[in-house]
């Protein structure tokens, strides 16, 4: 009993460990080829500088072997933490098994496919460190095509509306937070998309920082099915009552519409003795079904939400712990 004891004692654990200056959280979904990179390319950033630091990756249930890459490098370097989920959760519940990780008084969040510089990690570091709660990447000559970033022009622009906050990329997940901002978000992070814009709905401070951006090998995971979804939870999560807005804004144009399409049909009566009334109908009653539609789509996430509440289901269950 008394060996038992004394090994207790001597065992060390993270615990015990002071903490880091800086924390990276990485998330990743099979990215095998580019985490040996990604690693060398991090610590040659933040080696030769002052901070002391650790890197946390997160494997969002990766089906190659991106955790076999990681163990690897977690078994060389005491500074390399893991998770692994037992299947994919997503890119932001990924980022709340880092963020709620992370010891250290900066943390960086980025993702491992190396469109994200790790070169500039202590630029971001140190715009925290000059008194500002965020510092927002923002991706300089953006490599995505059109058809991915057109779509975040959109949900960019509906987020400055709804959160009040006049940056121009919340879609960047190549940020640096203080982490004093981070824990108080911590229960509704993963929750919620955008981590970004939740943390600075909070009252953070930010300032910009570009960022550089390279292009992505292979295709976008963001099918125009998702970024359809990823707007609609724009939407029920940043937009106040957007049911009653939504109704205003139906019964104030289906008004408007039947008026015009009334006055058009009594002049068209008048001077052509012939109304097209069915065409002009059928074109209304399309119209109404089309924003209507989108109405139950909003509706439904509503209700995905309080479901997912009211069965207390974790975000997330973890595979493993390095």
Wanted: with cysteine; aromatic share 8%.
């Amino acid at each position: 009993m008394a060996r038992i004891e004394t090994e207790e004692i001597g065992r060390v654990t993270e615990a015990d460990l002071p903490a880091p200056d800086v924390s990276i959280v990485v998330t990743l979904f099979n990215e095998a080829p580019s985490v040996d990179e990604l690693y060398r390319r991090t610590i040659a950033a933040l080696d030769s500088g002052p901070r002391t630091f650790e890197l946390i990756f997160v494997d969002d249930g990766s089906t190659d072997g991106t955790f076999a890459a990681v163990e690897r490098l977690h078994g060389g370097d005491p500074r390399v933490r893991a998770v692994r989920f037992k299947r994919n959760f997503g890119q932001h519940p990924a980022m709340h098994a880092g963020l709620s990780r992370a010891r250290g008084d900066v943390v960086v969040t980025m993702d491992g496919d190396l469109q994200n510089q790790p070169e500039d990690i202590p630029r971001l570091v140190e715009a925290v460190e000059a008194g500002n709660d965020v510092a927002s990447g923002r991706r300089r000559a953006r490599k995505d095509p059109v058809g991915r970033s057109l779509p975040s022009r959109v949900i960019n622009g509906m987020l400055r509306r709804f959160t009040g906050v006049e940056i121009s990329d919340f879609g960047c997940a190549f940020n640096a937070y203080r982490r004093d901002a981070v824990v108080p978000m911590l229960g509704s992070i993963g929750k919620q998309k955008f981590t970004k814009a939740l943390i600075l709905s909070g009252g953070a401070s930010v300032i910009e920082v570009d960022v550089a951006h390279a292009p992505r090998h292979g295709p976008s995971r963001y099918s125009p099915l998702r970024l359809t979804r990823l707007a609609l939870h724009v939407l029920a999560g940043y937009w106040p009552q957007p049911i009653q807005w939504i109704g205003v804004l139906l019964g104030t144009v289906s008004s408007l519409l039947a008026f015009g399409l009334g006055i058009y049909g009594v002049v068209f009566w008048i001077g052509e003795s012939n109304f097209p009334g069915p065409l002009f109908g059928g074109v209304a009653v399309l119209s109404v079904l089309g924003i209507q539609g989108f109405i139950l789509a909003l509706i439904g996430e509503y209700l995905g939400r309080i479901q997912r509440d009211v069965e207390g289901r974790p975000i997330y269950t973890i595979d493993r712990e390095l």
